[in-house]
């Protein structure tokens, strides 16, 4: 096999990764959140429990398993960030943000199929204030720096941190933190319990990727004081 081929078939491998694990992570999302407003008997409160609980088990499963193949982004914004700090490379990108989003509306389609829903739908669920544009910050900041302080002192433990940060931040975010465009996207494509009017998309997406971006910031910051007091010492 020729370098190039070795090449396309990594390639082909983490694009493969990207597009499964967000797929999976986005049948979890609007599956439970199918399944929790059915059981829920309009207790919204039950409902979100149970959304959360299979969202944060699944997603430690999702990037435990996949982070070897693909680095296990499923996210955007967290592609973004790799990126800003070279640790993905230019040209994986685009193609990553792409079979991030499409394996995102795939998952949504099969939740529906799985529970009988008409396929094709469009969420009417307004969402946006300006606390939960706030809370959308807050909530992908608090993802970008759990992965990346995970990797930095603990890296097999990313999938656990990263299950234990949404399911916690569902709580404690007003937005519920979404903390992904690719699920943002995906998810007004559901008249569920976890749909998102599509005219709120955009400014969820503009959040997160702030909150991606001061997130990048403060760790670049923070690793350069500590390579600062490192030599000094």
């Given at each position: 096999m020729s370098q190039r081929d070795t090449e396309l078939k990594s390639t082909t491998t983490k694009?493969?990764?990207?597009?499964?694990?967000?797929?999976?992570?986005?049948?979890?999302?609007v599956g439970s959140g199918i399944m929790a407003e059915r059981l829920a008997d309009g207790n919204d409160a039950i409902a979100l429990l149970g959304n959360t609980l299979a969202t944060g088990v699944v997603l430690t499963v999702l990037i435990t398993v996949i982070r070897s193949l693909s680095g296990a982004h499923f996210n955007p914004a967290v592609s973004v960030a790799?990126?800003?700090?070279?640790?993905?490379?230019?040209?994986?990108?685009?193609?990553?943000?792409?079979?991030?989003?499409?394996?995102?509306?795939?998952?949504?389609?099969?939740a529906h199929l799985m529970f009988d829903m008409e396929i094709l739908q469009i969420s009417t669920n307004s969402r946006l204030t300006v606390g939960t544009f706030i809370a959308?910050?807050?909530?992908?900041?608090?993802?970008?720096?759990?992965?990346?302080?995970?990797?930095?002192v603990n890296p097999p433990w990313v999938g656990a941190t990263v299950g234990l940060y949404i399911s916690g931040a569902y709580w404690f975010t007003a937005s519920t933190s979404f903390a992904n465009p690719a699920v943002t996207i995906a998810r007004?494509?559901?008249?569920?319990f976890s749909g998102i009017s599509?005219?709120?998309?955009?400014?969820?997406?503009?959040?997160?990727?702030?909150?991606?971006?001061?997130?990048?910031?403060?760790?670049?910051?923070?690793?350069?004081s500590e390579t600062h007091i490192s030599k000094v010492g």
């Open positions: 694009l493969a990764g990207e597009f499964l694990g967000t797929l999976f992570l986005v049948v979890s999302v790799f990126w800003l700090r070279k640790e993905l490379a230019h040209s994986l990108v685009a193609p990553y943000v792409i079979v991030q989003i499409t394996g995102g509306v795939c998952g949504t389609w099969l959308e910050i807050v909530a992908t900041f608090g993802l970008v720096a759990t992965i990346l302080g995970t990797l930095r007004c494509l559901s008249e569920s599509p005219t709120d998309v955009a400014p969820f997406m503009l959040a997160q990727l702030i909150g991606a971006l001061i997130a990048v910031a403060c760790f670049s910051l923070l690793q350069r």
